[in-house]
């Protein structure tokens, strides 16, 4: 099992140079790669754990070729992926969940496959690709289902989800505060590059109509949903998810702000 783990963590480290180059270059996406190696040599993770984020990070593979030409049969894989984190991490997948419903919702919103629909149009459009998603996630947890219920587990399965769901939107979900302070680091790495992103889009660099644009924004809230699951338990193996994430937030980051001293001291001088 020792050698299934460490595949795991090879794979996730080539997955995250593989999301980061869909939205960057080759340069910011061997920065983040291997600053997610270093991030498993350093930190500890379960077997299990390391099967969720694969499971997390293949669906935004998967999201970010739909995001490419908003085909919903590609939503198919994903709504699968997500099902599958359920099975194995169902207080993962209550957060994910909810992040994937919204990311295509607003993406169909923001004309990202150049329909150029009237706003009504596009809210129909971006709901339909989310409730299809959904129902997506439904069939395919249908076996798993069938199994507890023949087992007499369904009760203990739907009352974890209903806990989990409670959790999510209690004090100790998105309400907490870390207690551990090096857990504001991932945040504040977020929210710089949520404001980053809005920058980019009102100057023009990055418009939101772009796939480029939600892919960034869909790694963000990778972490932003994670992060109140983490913080419930604010120890060293939940950290690691966060900091995977903000691996591939912080190349973009320190080149827009080298950028932006750069362009001050030509100006001064």
Same mark, same amino acid.
């Given at each position: 099992?020792?050698i299934?783990?460490?595949?795991f963590?090879?794979?996730?480290?080539?997955?995250?140079?593989k999301?980061?180059?869909?939205?960057?270059?080759?340069?910011?996406?061997?920065?983040?790669?291997l600053?997610?190696?270093?991030?498993?040599?350093?930190?500890?993770?379960?077997l299990?754990?390391?099967?969720?984020?694969?499971?997390?990070?293949?669906?935004?593979?998967?999201?970010?070729?739909y995001?490419?030409?908003?085909k919903?049969?590609?939503i198919? !894989?994903?709504?699968?992926?997500?099902?599958?984190?359920?099975?194995?991490?169902?207080?993962?997948?209550?957060?994910?969940?909810g992040?994937?419903?919204?990311?295509?919702f607003?993406?169909?919103?923001?004309?990202?496959?150049?329909?150029s629909l009237?706003?009504?149009?596009r809210?129909?459009h971006?709901?339909s690709?989310?409730?299809?998603f959904t129902?997506?996630?439904?069939?395919?947890?249908?076996?798993?289902?069938?199994?507890?219920?023949l087992?007499?587990?369904?009760?203990?399965?739907?009352?974890?989800?209903?806990n989990e769901?409670?959790k999510?939107?209690?004090?100790?979900?998105?309400?907490?505060? !870390?207690e551990?302070?090096?857990?504001?680091?991932?945040?504040?790495i977020?929210?710089?590059?949520?404001?980053?992103?809005?920058?980019k889009?009102?100057?023009?660099?990055?418009?939101?109509?772009? !796939?480029?644009?939600?892919?960034?924004?869909?790694?963000?809230?990778?972490?932003?949903?994670?992060?109140p699951?983490?913080?419930?338990?604010?120890?060293?193996?939940h950290?690691? !998810?966060?900091?995977?994430v903000a691996?591939?937030?912080?190349?973009?980051?320190?080149?827009?702000?080298?950028?932006?001293?750069?362009n001050?001291?030509?100006?001064?001088?």
């Open positions: 099992m020792q299934v783990h460490i595949l963590n090879i794979i996730n480290c080539l997955i995250i140079y999301l980061t180059l869909s939205y960057t270059n080759f340069n910011k996406a061997i920065i983040a790669s600053i997610s190696i270093i991030a498993y040599i350093f930190l500890p993770s379960t299990i754990n390391s099967a969720a984020i694969l499971i997390i990070f293949l669906a935004a593979m998967t999201l970010f070729k995001y490419d030409n908003m919903i049969y590609k198919i !894989p994903l709504g699968i992926l997500i099902s599958i984190l359920a099975i194995i991490r169902l207080d993962m997948a209550t957060f994910i969940y992040m994937y419903f919204w990311a295509m607003w993406a169909g919103i923001a004309n990202v496959d150049g329909l009237p706003v009504f149009n809210i129909i971006g709901l690709h989310s409730f299809f129902l997506i996630v439904f069939l395919a947890a249908i076996p798993y289902l069938i199994f507890k219920i087992n007499n587990k369904l009760d203990f399965f739907l009352g974890t989800l209903h769901i409670v999510m939107f209690s004090s100790s979900g998105i309400f907490k505060l !870390p551990n302070m090096i857990f504001f680091v991932p945040l504040i977020y929210i710089t590059s949520l404001l980053l992103l809005i920058i889009h009102k100057r023009k660099i990055l418009l939101a109509n772009t !796939p480029n644009f939600w892919k960034e924004m869909l790694i963000l809230n990778f972490g932003l949903n994670l992060y699951q983490a913080i419930a338990t604010p120890d060293a193996e950290f690691l !998810p966060l900091l995977l691996s591939m937030l912080i190349p973009n980051l320190a080149t827009y702000i080298t950028l932006q001293k750069t001050k001291t030509i100006i001064k001088y």
